[in-house]
């Protein structure tokens, strides 16, 4: 019983430990928030990878297409959906030029999924500016200036970005709690 207490109380030491230890790294990680807006930032393409996400596409296009953002282009891969994703893409493009629809219908030998559309519309993206994201994820007006105003203020050719997650039920909770856990 004394080997379970200790191995519980070395156990409790080392979580303490850690979050503590992430505490502080996160201290020293850089905040979109604190960079005021570019007033003049270069072209950029965004490319996002789709791949049924009928449910989610028109809310996260609306997003983008939304942004505050002057040189924008949009480039989203239809990869092989069999849902009516690639419908719904092609209804938005008619109604704005800044999208451009590119449908994958096969996948090459070699290729996964995902990294081979975003291959394909990185291929597309006529900015050097180039911003990977997915189908269901939404932006703030300002997000992506405040993204190039960091990425020059801190003279990066690279920048990450951690989202919000928005978590509905306790089972997506625990999960994106622990992705963000492993990944800082």
């Not at 893409?89 to 081979?116: I, N, Q, S």
């Not at 993204?147 to 920048?159: E, F, I, S, T």
Request: aromatic content about 10%.
């Amino acid at each position: 019983m004394d080997v379970w207490f200790a191995l519980g109380w070395l156990l409790a030491c080392l979580w303490w430990g850690l979050w503590w230890r992430m505490r502080l790294a996160v201290k020293r990680v850089a905040c979109l928030r604190d960079f005021p807006p570019h007033p003049d930032p270069p072209g950029l393409s965004i490319v996002v990878a789709a791949s049924n996400e009928e449910h989610t596409v028109q809310a996260a296009m609306s997003s983008l297409l939304a942004l505050d953002y002057p040189d924008l282009q949009v480039i989203v891969v239809n990869d092989r959906s069999t849902d009516r994703t690639g419908d719904l893409l092609e209804r938005l493009a008619a109604r704005d030029g800044r999208l451009t629809v590119h449908h994958v219908r096969t996948l090459p030998p070699g290729w996964l999924g995902k990294t081979h559309a975003l291959q394909q519309g990185a291929g597309l993206a006529r900015h050097e500016l180039i911003l990977f994201t997915d189908a269901d994820v939404h932006f703030s007006p300002d997000s992506l200036r405040r993204a190039v105003a960091a990425l020059q203020a801190m003279d990066l050719d690279h920048l990450v970005v951690t989202p919000w997650i928005e978590a509905r039920g306790l089972i997506e909770q625990v999960f994106v709690s622990y992705f963000n856990v492993m990944f800082q």
